[in-house]
């Protein structure tokens, strides 16, 4: 029932596309006794390269299947928006191609990723490059923007940066970890230049991501917990959250959020460590201790 409903709504979004559509804007000539307000059936077939028999049946909800292709083609024979286009694949229950990374992330976004402190966050493109940090992120694991733009990626600090095997509580069980998650992720990333040179050149000099590479071995992000030792703040512990950033193609946004007291009250020392500033270790634990005395009056 649910699978007829689909290809009913289906059927009535097409038709709704196809009437609202001139013959103009198609560039279609049309003739002087043209009584349809919008374009007919066998146009848009002709326009998508399938049958009008076929076609006919799509409007009338038969069960037939369905390809990403010809999907394709009719959203660009009817000149669909995004929006209409993923609503066209969503109806024919047919996966969205995986779409290019977009531009990046606007001023909002980065905004939004600032007023994330004093909790660390960072955004990611569709192939692990950094896009965007705060401060408490830079004092976490350094200043992303004092590296080379091909050097700003993810997984090439945790394998070429060797202050990150020491500030990763197991690093190599981590480093696994992110690894399968890279390979779910970037699935459709394969033969684009950007992940080519960035795997290819994490393969060639790393020996641990060529093994963990060539395993084959994938994993969802899930809920991740993950412990640092900071040289300067020490043992911190955060429960990692990841969000979809649906006005930026391929852009994910990290949270990272403290999974203990103790880590609570280190993160004004975080951030300050992102300039420089070596926060005395009295002062990071007299922080600590304020704030497990305010939760426990709370």
């Known amino acids: 029932m649910a699978d007829q409903q689909r290809r009913r709504c289906l059927a009535e979004f097409l038709r709704s596309r196809r009437e609202r559509l001139t013959p103009e804007e198609a560039g279609i000539l049309a003739g002087p006794r043209r009584r349809t307000p919008g374009l007919r059936r066998e146009e848009v077939a002709q326009l998508s390269g399938v049958s009008v028999t076929w076609y006919t049946w799509l409007e009338q909800a038969r069960d037939i299947t369905v390809s990403r292709q010809v999907l394709t083609s009719l959203a660009r024979a009817l000149m669909l928006s995004s929006i209409e286009r993923r609503h066209l694949f969503a109806l024919a229950g047919v996966p969205l191609p995986e779409q290019p990374p977009g531009r990046g992330p606007g001023p909002a976004l980065q905004r939004l990723v600032d007023a994330l402190e004093p909790h660390p966050a960072y955004l990611l493109d569709a192939n692990w490059d950094l896009v965007g940090w705060n401060r408490a992120e830079a004092g976490l694991i350094g200043d992303p923007g004092q590296l080379e733009p091909a050097e700003r990626n993810l997984l090439w600090l945790v394998f070429m940066d060797p202050a990150m095997r020491t500030l990763m509580v197991d690093w190599e069980g981590q480093a696994q970890n992110l690894v399968a998650q890279f390979r779910a992720d970037a699935r459709a990333r394969f033969g684009d230049p950007r992940f080519e040179r960035l795997t290819g050149g994490l393969r060639e000099a790393s020996a641990e991501f060529r093994g963990w590479w060539e395993a084959h071995d994938i994993a969802d992000f899930g809920s991740n917990r993950r412990q640092f030792r900071h040289p300067w703040v020490g043992r911190l512990t955060f429960d990692y959250v990841k969000l979809a950033?649906?006005?930026?193609?391929?852009?994910?946004?990290?949270?990272?959020?403290?999974?203990?007291?103790?880590?609570?009250?280190?993160?004004?020392?975080?951030?300050?460590?992102?300039?420089?500033?070596?926060?005395?270790?009295?002062?990071?634990?007299?922080?600590?201790?304020?704030?497990?005395?305010?939760?426990?009056?709370?």
């Not at 649906?246 to 004004?268: N, Q, S, W």
């Open 245 to 298: 950033a649906m006005d930026a193609p391929g852009v994910k946004l990290f949270a990272c959020m403290p999974a203990d007291a103790e880590t609570a009250g280190k993160l004004p020392a975080l951030q300050r460590c992102a300039t420089g500033e070596v926060p005395a270790a009295a002062e990071v634990a007299d922080a600590v201790d304020e704030l497990s005395v305010s939760r426990a009056g709370a």
